[in-house]
């Protein structure tokens, strides 16, 4: 039987974190379920600065083996996910014994040393990038010279040493071509469950017209401006409901604020809910509204059309 690792910052149920978590619990369910032995090599980053578990432990999440280590360094303990050395260490010492392993990320330290293992013991690994080598990304987000410099001096030679780098879409491989430094790709687009029996088909949509934004509170995904455009359109009767975190404590405050003094009653935050739960509530709303400044391959829109539910986007 061959023996899959899963290396990736945030794995299931840390939905906070966004599309990347529930991207790798996807992909790790479904190999489960032909017969691929997995294990996945992850943080305990719940995202909004928590922590999924208070310790280093073993889960067995849907039948899958899953190693949480704890975020941060000796006796400093960070909860983001962007440092943990029980994962470092993790990483160097139990991946010689997988056939294949698959990194669910670029730029930062685990991908360095999924780099450093699977060259020094032959272990052939595939990236997923999940959108971080797109232009919109390096350029418009964050530190773009640092990101420019740290995939020029590091991050390429990673990248062409993988055997495959997996894109989800055609436009994330063009977007990205500049900043992969490999020829060697595949296209293969995020899947999820599809629930038949509550697959809807609309004929006529009716009123009110319930429109669901599914998405962390911050100024990459737009928010503001939604809100803005159905206080504008007051004058239809239309309901517009607003899942997930708030990771930008700012712009959420500008969107509330907005909100407060233009007595806004029709525009509800309903803060963050359970995945799995997330996605038995889609076929509830006409229609998912998402106008996003960048996304990579969304797993909202892939969700919400499996459950039949119409998605209205930015170009």
Known sequence: MIK???VTPWFAPAWKTGGTAVAAYNICKSLKKIGVLVTVFTTTDAGLNKKLYAHSCNKIIDNINVKYYKCGLWNLSFRQAFFSFGLIKG???ELKEYDIVHLHSTRNLYSLCVFITCKFYKIPYIITPHGSLMNDYINNLG??????IYTFLIDQWILRGASLIHYL?????NKSRKNSYSKKFTIINNGVDIDYDRNINLEKIKYPLKILHVGRIDPIKNTYE????????KKYNIILDIIGPQSDKSYFNLCSEYITE??????KFLGSINNNKLKKIYSDYDFICQPSLVEGASMVLIEASANGTPCLISN
């Open 4 to 6: 899959v690792a899963h």
């Open 91 to 93: 990483i160097f010492k």
């Open 143 to 148: 530190h773009p010279l640092a990101k420019k």
């Open 169 to 173: 879409t055609k436009q994330e491989l």
């Open 226 to 233: 939604l809100i803005k455009a159905i206080f504008h359109l």
């Open 262 to 267: 233009n007595k806004i009653k029709n525009i």
